[in-house]
T-cell receptor, first 115, second 112 residues
């Protein structure tokens, strides 16, 4: 079946612009996670959604970052007023439920470059 | 707070040799531990996981890992490396809600 998909695969933007990154999780998965992978910081958790519950935003690095999940499916990660340090690969993952032992299935990522 | 340390950012082995990638964790509660593999320009793929029960866990592609509570370790091994094993490997511990805390990763090179 279809896995987790992300778009765009690459995004180049200018400093100060806003960007939106999209994630389509596996159908039927109620949990959705966003991570960031950068050379300096490695893989970092950003935010997760479980069903209709309030998201856990504890990993968002600043208030320029936000995310939403519409209809319990597709999610959009928005970065406002991008900075060069936001350059990274943004990975989305989904799982059946948001618990400690379920496998997370990862998308291929969106590579963001801020000039 | 939970954390993961992977010893060695780069490991190089010859084809057919033993692969050993080291992972130590810190956790105040019984941990759920994972190994993921990332091939170039791809997302992460689960190799294996430890939740409860048997401490020796077998995964895909011939990999296995042993949970040792006394050593707070979860090292990944494979008896015989193959060229296709060249990739980056991440050890992770799961936090509340399934948030994964990753180690810094180990890049495995396999020489012919």
């Amino acid at each position: 079946g279809a896995g987790v998909s992300q778009s765009p695969s690459n995004k180049v933007t200018e400093k100060g612009k806003d960007v939106e990154l999209r994630c389509d999780p596996i159908s039927g998965h109620t949990a959705l996670y966003w991570y960031r992978q950068s050379l300096g910081q490695g893989l970092e958790f950003l935010i997760y959604f479980q069903g209709n519950s309030a998201p856990d935003k504890s990993g968002l690095p600043s208030d320029r970052f936000s995310a939403e999940r519409t209809g319990g499916s597709v999610s959009t990660l928005t970065i406002q007023r991008t900075q060069q340090e936001d350059s990274a690969v943004y990975l989305c993952a989904s799982s059946l439920l948001a618990n400690s032992y379920n496998e997370q299935f990862f998308g291929p990522g969106t590579r963001l470059t801020v000039l | 707070a939970q954390s993961v340390t992977q010893l060695g950012s780069h490991v190089s082995v010859s084809e057919g040799a033993l692969v050993l990638l080291r992972c130590n964790y810190s956790s105040s509660v019984p941990p759920y531990l994972f190994w993921y593999v990332q091939y170039p320009n791809q997302g992460l793929q689960l190799l294996l996981k430890y939740t409860t029960g048997a401490t020796l866990v077998k995964g895909i592609n011939g990999f296995e890992a042993e949970f040792k509570k006394s050593e707070t370790s979860f090292h990944l091994t494979k008896p015989s490396a193959h060229m296709s094993d060249a990739a980056e490997y991440f050890c992770a511990v799961s936090n509340q809600g399934g948030k994964l805390i990753f180690g810094q990763g180990t890049e495995l090179s396999v020489k012919p």
